[in-house]
C-alpha cells in the first residue's frame, strides 16, 4: 500500500503517541513491535522518497530533450541566417543593381546583421545555459536516487 508523506508521519506519531499512553489504559507494544513498525515506515518513506525524486528525473530527462529541440531549431535558423545573408552580400556585389534593389538589399543585410542573428544567437545561448543547468540538476537527482536506492535495499535487507 503506498502513502504519502503526511500519512507516514502521521503513521509514526501514533506509534509515539500509543507508547505514551499510559500502561493501564491500552496494550503498549513491546520494543521489537516499535522496531519492526519504525523500520517499515521508514522503508516505505524511502521507497516513496525514491518514486518522488524518480519522477522528477523523468520531468528533467523531457525538458532537457526539449531544450535540445529548441537548440538544434535555433542552430538551423543561425545557419539559415548567414547564409542569407552571404547570399545578400553576394548580390550587392552585382553591379546592375538598381539603386533600389541596392537599398533594400543592404536594409536586408543591416537586420541580419543588427537584431536578426543576433536575438538568434541570443536564444541559443540561453538554450545551451539551461540545458547546462539542467543537466546538472539531473545528475544531481540521479546520485540522489542512487543514494536512496541502497539506502532502502540495506533496509529491506535488514527487514
Known amino acids: 500500500m503506498r ?11 501514533a506509534v509515539g503517541v500509543s507508547i505514551a499512553q499510559k500502561p493501564g489504559v ?16 521508514e522503508i516505505e518513506l524511502t521507497a516513496l522518497q525514491l518514486e518522488t525524486i524518480e519522477a522528477r528525473l523523468k520531468k528533467i530527462e523531457k525538458q532537457i530533450a ?7 531549431q535555433s542552430e538551423s535558423e543561425e545557419t539559415a541566417g548567414r547564409s542569407e545573408l552571404v547570399s545578400i552580400t553576394e548580390q550587392l556585389a552585382r553591379s546592375e543593381l538598381t539603386a533600389g534593389e541596392r537599398t533594400e538589399l543592404e536594409a536586408m543585410q543591416t537586420g541580419l546583421l ?6 538568434i544567437r541570443e536564444r541559443l545561448k540561453a538554450a545551451r ?3 547546462l543547468a539542467l543537466r546538472g540538476l539531473l545528475e544531481n537527482k540521479t546520485l540522489a536516487a542512487l543514494e536512496l536506492r541502497q539506502r532502502l535495499k ?3 535487507l535488514e527487514e
Open 3 to 13: 502513502r504519502s508523506y503526511p500519512v507516514i508521519i502521521a503513521a509514526i506519531f
Open 26 to 41: 491500552a496494550e503498549v507494544p513491546s520494543p521489537e513491535q516499535m522496531s519492526r513498525e519504525l523500520r517499515r515506515l
Open 66 to 72: 526539449r531544450i535540445a529541440v529548441e537548440i538544434r
Open 114 to 119: 543588427g537584431d536578426g542573428l543576433a536575438r
Open 129 to 131: 545555459d539551461k540545458e
Open 154 to 156: 540495506k533496509l529491506r
